[in-house]
């Protein structure tokens, strides 16, 4: 199937359709902590949150962050370098839709929304796909950390 989709960025009109659309695969108390955060990254001026769309169909999401809180347990030398870099959360493409380019595309359109504020670089924190972000992008791990019991790791590039 081929597909063609738009990014824009998300307004109080997408929460609804946003939610409805990509959390079939969760539960209603899962459900209801999305709609929270897409909430928070429309509402709070520091972030925007782009969606991928086709018509009135939501195909996916990334939330970036203009200077996130870095989390908790990085050494000195990651928190200088981590530095002023922007940070990206909630990377998300509905499973019908994926392998496609489309995560590919919000990726890069998260990494060239940092660059256009002048911002040094970009991390976030991930547990599945670090050899996606390392091969396509040029991402390093450069610490491992626990968030609720989950092993997870920051991974980090600084723009050329
Ligand atoms: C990670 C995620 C966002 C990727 O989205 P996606 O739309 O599938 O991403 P892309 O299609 O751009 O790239 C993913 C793969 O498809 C391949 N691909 C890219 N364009 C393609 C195309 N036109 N046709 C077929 N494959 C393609 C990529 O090379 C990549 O290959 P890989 O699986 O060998 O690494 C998606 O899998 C997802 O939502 N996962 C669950 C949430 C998650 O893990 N988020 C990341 C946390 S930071």
Wanted: proline share 4%; glycine share 8%.
């Amino acid at each position: 199937m081929n597909v063609t989709w738009e990014l824009e960025l998300a307004t109080e009109i997408h929460v609804q359709p946003t939610v409805e659309q990509l959390t079939d695969h969760m539960s209603e108390q899962q459900r209801q902590a999305f709609r929270d955060k897409i909430q928070r990254y429309i509402q709070k001026p520091d972030r925007d949150l782009i969606l991928a769309v086709r018509g009135p169909e939501v195909l996916g999401l990334v939330c970036v962050i203009d200077q996130a809180e870095l989390p908790p347990g990085l050494s000195v030398e990651n928190m200088g370098y981590l530095k002023n870099f922007a940070s990206g959360t909630q990377l998300l493409v509905h499973p019908s839709f994926r392998g496609r380019g489309i995560g590919s595309s919000l990726h890069i359109h998260a990494e060239s929304w940092a660059r256009k504020r002048g911002l040094p670089g970009y991390w976030f924190i991930t547990h599945r796909m670090a050899h996606w972000y390392e091969r396509d992008f040029g991402y390093v791990t450069i610490a491992s950390i626990e968030v609720e019991g989950v092993k997870k790791i920051v991974m980090a590039k600084k723009f050329d």
